[in-house]
C-alpha cells in the first residue's frame, strides 16, 4: 500500500488487481449471469453498490467490532444490503429479478465483497473505503459486461435486445450454453496477462 | 406447489446434467483455488458432501417451519447463511471429537465451506425451485457428489496440465478456465438423457 490516492486506487481495482482477471475472485455469481447483456448489467449494479456501501459501513464501524467475530458482522452486513437490492429488484424489475433467480442471493458469498471490507475498509477511512469499493465493483462490472456483450452478439445476434448482427448471420448456440462462458473467461485472461506480461519486460 | 420429479432421478440430474458447479457456476472461487492439489481437492469435495447434505435438510426445515409461517420470507438469505455457518461450526467440532484423524484431513477445509458459494446457492435453488423435503436432501447430497467429482476430474487434469507446453499468459488461471469449459461440455452431453431446471 504505497499510495491511497483516488486515482491509484482506481487503476488498481480496474487495471492492474482486477478482481476477476488478476485475482480469480468473485467468479461464482459471475458466470451464470452473462448470458445476456441486460441481466448483467443489473447484477454488476447491484454488485457494485452491496461493496461500495459494505466498505463505508465496516469502515464506519471498524472500531466497534470485535476483532473475534468481525468476520460474522461482515457477512451480516453484506446480507442486510443484499436484501435490500433483491427487495428493490423484485418491486421494481421483477422479470429480471425471476430470470437472476438465486443469484442475487449469491452476492452474500461473493468472495470481493469481504476481501476488499477486510483487506481495506479495516483500515482506512470511510469516503476513501467507499470508493475503493465502488471500483473493485465497477473492475468485475467491465469483464463480465465484456463477457455478457460476446455472448449476446454471437448467441444472439443482439445488444440489450436490439438486433446488430443482420437476420442472415448464423448464432452460435454454444454461446448460450455455461461452457462459453469459461471460454471467454478463458481467452480474456490470455489476453490480458500477455499484455501485462509485454509491459513488464518493456519497463 | 412442488415439482413433480421423481428422487432418484433428481440425484442423477444433481450429479451429472445440472452439476452445479459446470451448469450453474457454483463454487468457483475455491473450486479453482483448491484444484491445484489432488489431496486437498478431494478432501474439500468430501466435506462439501457432507455439508450440503446437512444445510440442504436444515435449511429446508427452517424456511418451511419457520419462517413461511411467521411471514418473513425476506429474511431468508440472513437466516440461511447463519445457519450454515452454525452447521459447520458444529460439525467441525463434532468431527474433531470424534475423529481426529478425519479432523485432520476435512478440519481446515471446513470453515472455507462457510463462504463457499455452492452451499448458499444450493440451498437457494432448493427454496426456488420448491422442492420436498426428500427432494431436497436427494438434490442436496447429489449436488455435493457432483461437485466432488467435478474437483476431482479437474485436480487431475491440472496435475497433467503441469508438463505441458503452454503459452506464457495462458498459464495458470487461463488454461484452467478451457479445461473447465471443456469439462462442462462433456457433462453437458448427459443431459439429452435427463433434464432438471
Given at each position: 500500500m504505497n499510495n491511497n490516492k483516488p486515482m491509484a486506487i482506481a487503476k488498481k481495482n480496474l487495471w492492474t488487481e482486477n478482481p476477476i482477471f488478476i485475482q480469480v475472485l468473485g467468479i461464482c455469481s459471475a458466470l451464470a449471469v452473462t448470458n445476456t447483456v441486460l441481466n448483467t448489467l443489473i447484477m454488476t449494479i447491484g454488485v457494485v453498490l452491496v461493496t461500495g456501501f459494505t466498505n463505508l459501513t465496516v469502515s464506519l464501524l471498524k472500531s466497534l467490532i470485535p476483532k473475534k467475530v468481525r468476520m460474522i458482522v461482515q457477512t451480516l452486513i453484506i446480507a442486510f444490503y443484499v436484501i435490500m437490492v433483491d427487495i428493490i429488484l423484485r418491486a421494481y424489475l421483477p422479470d429480471i429479478s425471476k430470470s437472476l433467480g438465486p443469484y442475487v442471493g449469491l452476492i452474500i458469498t461473493n468472495c470481493i465483497i469481504m476481501g476488499r471490507a477486510e483487506a481495506f475498509a479495516q483500515g482506512n477511512g470511510p469516503i476513501i473505503s467507499f470508493w475503493d469499493g465502488i471500483t473493485s465493483g465497477a473492475g468485475y462490472m467491465l469483464v463480465l459486461l465484456l463477457v455478457s456483450v460476446i455472448r449476446e452478439i454471437l448467441g444472439?445476434?443482439?445488444?440489450l435486445g436490439i438486433r446488430?448482427?443482420?437476420?442472415t448471420a448464423v448464432t452460435w448456440t454454444i454461446m448460450l450454453t455455461p461452457p462459453s462462458a469459461f471460454f471467454i473467461i478463458g481467452f480474456l485472461i490470455w489476453a490480458v496477462k500477455t499484455i501485462m506480461q509485454r509491459k513488464e519486460k518493456k519497463s | 406447489m412442488t415439482p413433480d420429479i421423481n428422487p432418484i432421478v433428481l440425484f442423477f440430474a444433481s450429479v451429472f446434467t445440472s452439476n452445479i458447479l459446470l451448469a450453474?457456476?457454483?463454487?468457483m472461487c475455491s473450486f479453482i483455488a483448491i484444484s491445484k492439489d489432488f489431496k486437498s481437492a478431494n478432501g474439500l469435495g468430501l466435506a462439501v458432501i457432507i455439508v450440503l447434505l446437512i444445510t440442504s435438510v436444515l435449511n429446508w426445515a427452517v424456511y418451511h417451519l419457520i419462517l413461511v409461517p411467521l411471514n418473513l420470507e425476506y429474511l431468508r438469505f440472513i437466516v440461511f447463511i447463519i445457519v450454515i455457518a452454525a452447521s459447520v461450526q458444529i460439525l467441525e467440532m463434532v468431527i474433531d471429537r470424534i475423529s481426529p484423524a478425519l479432523y485432520m484431513t476435512l478440519g481446515i477445509f471446513l470453515p472455507l465451506?462457510?463462504?463457499?458459494?455452492a452451499i448458499l446457492g444450493v440451498v437457494l435453488l432448493l427454496q426456488i425451485r420448491n422442492y420436498s423435503f426428500v427432494q431436497s436432501a436427494v438434490f442436496g447430497l447429489g449436488s455435493g457428489i457432483g461437485w466432488w467429482i467435478a474437483i476431482i476430474s479437474l485436480a487431475a487434469i491440472r496435475k497433467k496440465l503441469e508438463k505441458a507446453p503452454i503459452p506464457a499468459g495462458l498459464k495458470g488461471p487461463g488454461i484452467t478456465f478451457i479445461t473447465i469449459g471443456l469439462m462442462a461440455m462433456a457433462f453437458m452431453g448427459f443431459s439429452g438423457i435427463l433434464s432438471v431446471q
Open positions: 444472439f445476434g443482439t445488444i446488430i448482427l443482420p437476420d | 450453474n457456476f457454483l463454487g465451506i462457510t463462504v463457499n458459494c
